[in-house]
């Protein structure tokens, strides 16, 4: 599986953001879809994800009530709608995908995204 990560961007405090990641290679439907973001000098953190149905969707606490993570099987794309930004978002946000496993657990995802770039300036 091939993961196309885009949307991010600079934008103020306050401001949203959506974020696309479309895939191809394989059957979108068998995957579960993750967002996970990384802050230079900070661990990988765990976003939000979301099973195959679009059921159930999960969120890292410090996205919760923010955050909502979508996906469209018809269109290979899983999406990450970001409201109410603040400058601790800042990070390389990068998509991800497993047949099954733990949720928030980076490790258990087989296929990544190249990251993109969301700056938030206050």
């Known amino acids: 599986v091939q993961l196309q990560a885009s949307g991010g961007g600079s934008v103020q405090d306050g401001d949203s953001l959506t974020l696309s990641c479309t895939a191809s290679?394989?059957?979108?439907?068998?995957?579960?879809m993750a967002w996970f973001r990384q802050a230079p000098g900070k661990e990988r953190e765990f976003v939000g994800a979301?099973?195959?149905?679009?059921?159930?969707?999960y969120y890292g606490d410090s996205v919760k009530g923010r955050f909502t993570i979508s996906r469209d099987n018809a269109k290979n794309t899983v999406y990450l709608q970001m409201n109410s930004l603040k400058p601790e978002d800042t990070a390389v946000y990068y998509c991800?995908?497993?047949?099954?496993?733990?949720?928030?657990?980076?490790?258990?995802?087989?296929?990544w995204g190249q990251g993109t770039q969301v700056t938030v300036s206050s």
């Open positions: 991800a995908a497993a047949r099954a496993g733990r949720l928030v657990v980076s490790a258990e995802y087989d296929y």
């Open positions: 979301i099973q195959w149905s679009g059921n159930w969707p």
């Open positions: 290679g394989d059957s979108f439907s068998n995957y579960m």
